[in-house]
């Protein structure tokens, strides 16, 4: 039994290690979450401050205010999950600047994430990796230009993204959109490299890039589709998985050998 003993501790601890990152523990009830300008966060222990980056430390229920400028928002794979009803908005970031939002999974919002800029309309926001899904608009910038929106998955949102009264740039690109980028009295948004699930394009050369542009409704045009769609961001850190089935592995292991050396001590009885 003695060899058995490190194995038997690692699998005792191991469940409470990866216990933080599982989003089993998810906080049902709906809040609201601000980031306040003084950089302090009102409304939940689950986003830990680590100078101007904000980490969540397990799946949200509710909204968050950002009242400061120059952070980033990483969701760690996390949920930040809405009730679905209207207006309610996952993350405004309306009169802010600099923000970068980035490995969330954003779902159930009447907007998943809202700009609507101050004075300057510049506002330089990064949409970075996300999962936005079942949303009405999945994010709407309302006059608020110099944004990216990249390698972000978009699913079952009645609008992916909505680009309003801006004049400026945006940029919008390897991202994966299953419905369409609505652009309304504004400087058209630069759509480049997304893949696009109602594309049927060939790519004949094999460098994942289509041989024909994508067009919906004659609005919009991507001269560059991509042929597979952007990798999700994962649940779980991706080596979780992987430590888990070593473990598994070497306990398995490790009872087999121990009963297979059992058996040979024992001696054999013919005819019993
Ligand atoms: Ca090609």
Redesign the pocket.
Known sequence: MKSLKPILVILLVFPFVLLPLSPIEEVKAQSTIYIRADGSVEGTDLIQRNNNTYTFLNNISGSIVISKKFITLDGSGFTLKGSGAYPQKGINLSHRKNVTVKNLVIMNYSTGIFCKPGSDTRTNITILGNYILNCDIGIDFVGSSNNLIKYNTFKNNTNDISISYVIGNNLITQNSIDSFVQVWMSDQPIIDMNYWTDYNGT?????????SAYFYHDILQDSHPLIEPVPVIPEFPSWAPMLLTLITLTVILAVYRKRLTKNTKQPIILGA
Do not use: A, M, N
Not at 203 to 211: A, F, K, W
């Open positions: 790519d004949s050369d094999g460098d994942g890039i289509g041989d």
